[in-house]
């Protein structure tokens, strides 16, 4: 396979030529749900889910951006079964459950919430072989303190340990999205759903190393494809459509980011 090309086709056509395990890290957002009209393109979830298992190193990290349609008042809870369906049918390990939340996102009319929040499953090929956790600085970065921590029996123990000073995040990600905020490349918001640039940055900085391997099979508008680039990283794509084909490759042009022939 060719680095740093989106190939305009089926993912599974390009998955097809893959040596197995031969990408370390894997982030998309596939058209779940009907949730949007991705000019009428649609997938096979289950052989879509066996082809990235294997195509992906011993110690890969999958990310998979998904959330739910309401159909008749429930919610279709289709995120968890694939989640479930890459579990006990494929193989990988449930490493975390995370969760993009949205600063803004749009109101809602009816008797609901504002949706707030996007699934992130984070699915490894074995335990994670890389691991860069994103830290914020610790308020009382010097001195002792006591750790708590309650067993199965619910008693609570303590441990005195020294302060450390950093901390990791937690796994529920922030971010303000819409024009401007999501990306600053205009040309992106041409895509019916793009993701914020910040979600993927933050996702390949923490389980890929500079010189890994990205693959995106939903490639849309070329959001992963860019921050791949910008974080020297390599990178492969797919995309069916011909319409988000050249929205990807315009972008990725207009950020003077060289693409393979």
Request: glycine share 8%; proline share 5%; hydrophobic share 35%.
């Amino acid at each position: 396979m060719e680095l740093n090309r989106i190939y305009q086709e089926d993912c599974l056509d390009t998955m097809k030529r893959m040596e197995d395990e031969s990408i370390d890290f894997i982030i998309t957002s596939p058209p779940y749900d009907n949730l949007r009209n991705y000019n009428g393109y649609s997938f096979d979830f289950e052989k879509i889910s066996k082809e990235l298992f294997r195509i992906l190193k011993k110690g890969g990290v999958l990310i998979w951006v998904v959330g739910d349609a309401t159909i008749k008042g429930s919610e279709t809870l289709t995120s968890f079964k694939q989640a479930i369906y890459f579990k006990e049918a494929v193989g990988f390990n449930v490493h975390d459950t995370m969760l993009y939340y949205k600063k803004n996102p749009m109101p809602q009319t009816g008797k609901r919430y504002n949706q707030m929040f996007e699934y992130m499953f984070c699915l490894s090929k074995g335990q994670p072989k890389t691991f860069n956790p994103i830290t914020v600085p610790c308020a009382a970065p010097k001195g002792m303190v006591m750790m708590k921590n309650r067993g199965k029996d619910g008693k609570l123990e303590y441990k005195k340990v020294a302060r450390k000073p950093t901390k990791k995040v937690g796994n529920v990600f922030e971010y303000t999205i819409g024009g401007g905020q999501s990306s600053k490349d205009k040309i992106a918001f041409q895509h019916p759903a793009i993701f914020p640039e910040k979600l993927v940055e933050d996702q390949i900085i923490t389980w890929t190393n500079e010189g890994d391997i990205v693959y995106d099979p939903f490639m849309g508008s070329g959001t992963t494809a860019k921050v791949a680039s910008l974080t020297n990283r390599k990178w492969i794509g797919s995309e069916l459509s011909k319409e988000y084909m050249a929205i990807a490759l315009e972008r990725l042009k207009e950020n003077n980011i060289k693409v393979g022939d």
